[in-house]
Nanobody, 125 residues
């Protein structure tokens, strides 16, 4: 089955940087939009940034100018470079991918949205 595996989270001081990575693996045909979401304690999951297969990006207002999303289609990977981190960026960050995959036993395929397990980012002095 399709799996998303994130890495790169950890503890960083305010003003520091981290780079998150997410690799998609499994029986899929194509990956459309990829994105990063985050969920802080007591808050709903929110979009951080997204990127289309063609490289068009979208950022939440709170992250513009500090975070950069990118992807390597050949490696089925999406990255999130986070700079000038603030304590309010503390959250579990989730990778998300809209994947085209074959329907077993048929000649058809379908698009499904998959989530990673999450990686914790803590910004604290």
């Amino acid at each position: 089955q399709v799996q998303l595996v994130e890495s790169g989270g950890g503890l960083v001081q305010p003003g520091g940087s981290l780079r998150l990575s997410c690799v998609v693996s499994g029986p899929f045909l194509d990956i459309d939009e990829m994105a990063w979401y985050r969920q802080a304690p007591g808050h709903e999951r929110e979009l951080v940034a997204s990127i289309t297969k063609g490289g068009v990006t979208n950022y939440s207002d709170s992250n513009k100018g500090r975070f950069t999303i990118s992807r390597d289609n050949a490696k089925n990977t999406v990255l999130l470079q986070m700079n000038s981190l603030k304590p309010e960026d503390t959250a579990v960050y989730y990778c998300n991918a809209f994947v085209r995959e074959p329907v077993p036993g048929t000649g058809y395929d379908r698009y499904l949205r998959h989530w990673g397990q999450g990686t914790l980012v803590t910004v604290s002095s």
